[in-house]
């Protein structure tokens, strides 16, 4: 038995004092149930870690906006999320849900429906359990409070990045609820605009660390030399640091490694497996990206369910040689048609993204442009958003 240390194997969240007595916990292997927990010797008994249970509430008005909230305290201060918190012990997760709504934003509602349990990771709390409702009667006086900065509706065209993963997809569950005329949009519909979206080519694992610390919101681990089992290995190291920075992690071509990654989706191509059966044996809410090259076949990705396409080669790239680049006339039409996120590749570098921008582009793929200075470049990128 091993005393455990502050930044013990366990994370460094886990806690380290019982308490009930305040003495140190140590790590005990427990026989009947085969795995390790935390034990006091001194209340002889296991010390259980649970998730942190919380409330969030999809308030809709009679305009269909959504009402998000401005975060004044860590984790994100100054991202926008949904109205929650944190349930106090006498409470139900309904009412936590309406004395949440109350205290950030000064409405009163009543509970419409549950829409979902998510379990959220977090960076104080170690593990969260997200309980979403959608709410009705809303009446009151729109006032941020409590914890918020400010509070206000957005027109669902116009939500800015939704800070956390479990309020994306509570707020998806909702407004693909029947009775909501909102039109549902994917997971990264609420993620904003993404800006740089990284593809690793060579040295994945730097390129991972220095895109993460320029602010990638997405980074793709796109290998086409290793083999499988090194593959793993470089997705196991991206995914915990991408983890680390709150970045989305794609795989490119293999469900199997994303999977055993934990990765949080895969980028198919047209000769891939369809999305159909790719949803078959992945997570619900895992993100499916799909390569096209004509508006056709964004159309037809978008109909199989893809959360967001790539669409290109717009410009012609040695990167991808045997394509006919689809220019700018038909990526304009793929961003006009398809209401899922597009993602433009082939060919993008800093200098013809204004091009891009123009014709309402808002996500970036590239991989020889990230290949160098990778902080900087996704810096420069994200700020043109
Ligand atoms: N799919 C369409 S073009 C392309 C891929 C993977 C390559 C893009 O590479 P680059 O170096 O950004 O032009
Ligand atoms: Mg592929």
Same mark, same amino acid.
């Given at each position: 038995m091993d005393f455990l240390k502050i930044q013990g194997t366990k994370g460094n969240n886990m806690k380290v004092f019982c308490h009930n007595c305040g003495n140190p916990l140590m790590d005990k292997f427990i026989v009947d149930e085969g795995r390790s927990r935390l034990f006091c010797t001194v209340c002889a008994r296991s010390i259980y870690e649970n998730p942190v249970p919380a409330t969030t509430a999809v308030v809709v008005n009679e305009q269909e906006e959504i009402l998000l909230v401005k975060r004044? &305290?860590?984790?994100? &201060?100054?991202a926008w999320c949904l109205p929650g918190g944190f349930l106090e012990l006498e409470e139900t997760p309904e009412q936590g849900c309406l004395r949440e709504l109350k205290e950030e934003t000064g409405l009163d509602a009543d509970i419409n429906q549950w829409v979902g349990n998510i379990m959220g990771k977090s960076s104080l709390y170690q593990s969260i359990l997200v309980i979403g409702y959608t709410v009705k009667n809303i009446r009151g006086q729109l006032k941020a409070g409590d914890d918020c900065l400010e509070a206000r509706f957005f027109n669902p065209g116009q939500i800015p990045p939704i800070a956390f993963r479990s309020h994306r997809l509570i707020l998806k569950n909702a407004l693909e609820e029947k009775e909501c005329k909102l039109k549902p949009r994917g997971e990264l519909g609420f993620f904003g605009a993404l800006g740089a979206y990284v593809i690793t080519d060579n040295n994945h694992i730097e390129i991972a660390q220095n895109a993460c610390k320029g602010g990638a919101k997405i980074l793709q681990y796109r290998d086409k030399s290793a083999d499988r089992k090194d593959m793993l290995k470089n997705a196991l190291t991206i995914r915990k640091i991408t983890e680390a920075y709150n970045t989305l992690f794609i795989v490119n071509d293999y469900i199997d490694i994303a999977l055993l990654a934990k990765a949080d989706g895969v980028h198919l191509g047209q +000769? +891939?497996?369809?999305i159909s059966a790719a949803r078959k044996i992945t997570p619900l809410h895992f993100i499916i990206g799909i390569s096209t090259h004509s508006l056709q076949q964004a159309v037809e990705a978008e109909k199989q369910g893809a959360d967001y396409i790539g669409s290109g080669p717009v410009f012609a790239t040695p990167t991808k040689k045997n394509y006919i680049p689809i220019g700018i006339e038909t990526l304009k039409q793929v961003v006009k048609t398809v209401d899922v996120p597009v993602v433009a590749i082939g060919g993008l570098n800093p200098e013809n993204l204004p091009e891009l921008q123009k014709i309402g582009v808002r996500n970036f793929a590239m991989v020889r442009a990230f290949q160098k200075n990778t902080e900087e470049i996704v810096r420069e990128i994200n700020k043109l958003l």
């Amino acid at each position: 038995m091993d005393f455990l240390k502050i930044q013990g194997t366990k994370g460094n969240n886990m806690k380290v004092f019982c308490h009930n007595c305040g003495n140190p916990l140590m790590d005990k292997f427990i026989v009947d149930e085969g795995r390790s927990r935390l034990f006091c010797t001194v209340c002889a008994r296991s010390i259980y870690e649970n998730p942190v249970p919380a409330t969030t509430a999809v308030v809709v008005n009679e305009q269909e906006e959504i009402l998000l909230v401005k975060r004044k &305290v860590e984790p994100q &201060v100054g991202a926008w999320c949904l109205p929650g918190g944190f349930l106090e012990l006498e409470e139900t997760p309904e009412q936590g849900c309406l004395r949440e709504l109350k205290e950030e934003t000064g409405l009163d509602a009543d509970i419409n429906q549950w829409v979902g349990n998510i379990m959220g990771k977090s960076s104080l709390y170690q593990s969260i359990l997200v309980i979403g409702y959608t709410v009705k009667n809303i009446r009151g006086q729109l006032k941020a409070g409590d914890d918020c900065l400010e509070a206000r509706f957005f027109n669902p065209g116009q939500i800015p990045p939704i800070a956390f993963r479990s309020h994306r997809l509570i707020l998806k569950n909702a407004l693909e609820e029947k009775e909501c005329k909102l039109k549902p949009r994917g997971e990264l519909g609420f993620f904003g605009a993404l800006g740089a979206y990284v593809i690793t080519d060579n040295n994945h694992i730097e390129i991972a660390q220095n895109a993460c610390k320029g602010g990638a919101k997405i980074l793709q681990y796109r290998d086409k030399s290793a083999d499988r089992k090194d593959m793993l290995k470089n997705a196991l190291t991206i995914r915990k640091i991408t983890e680390a920075y709150n970045t989305l992690f794609i795989v490119n071509d293999y469900i199997d490694i994303a999977l055993l990654a934990k990765a949080d989706g895969v980028h198919l191509g047209q +000769d +891939d497996i369809p999305i159909s059966a790719a949803r078959k044996i992945t997570p619900l809410h895992f993100i499916i990206g799909i390569s096209t090259h004509s508006l056709q076949q964004a159309v037809e990705a978008e109909k199989q369910g893809a959360d967001y396409i790539g669409s290109g080669p717009v410009f012609a790239t040695p990167t991808k040689k045997n394509y006919i680049p689809i220019g700018i006339e038909t990526l304009k039409q793929v961003v006009k048609t398809v209401d899922v996120p597009v993602v433009a590749i082939g060919g993008l570098n800093p200098e013809n993204l204004p091009e891009l921008q123009k014709i309402g582009v808002r996500n970036f793929a590239m991989v020889r442009a990230f290949q160098k200075n990778t902080e900087e470049i996704v810096r420069e990128i994200n700020k043109l958003l």
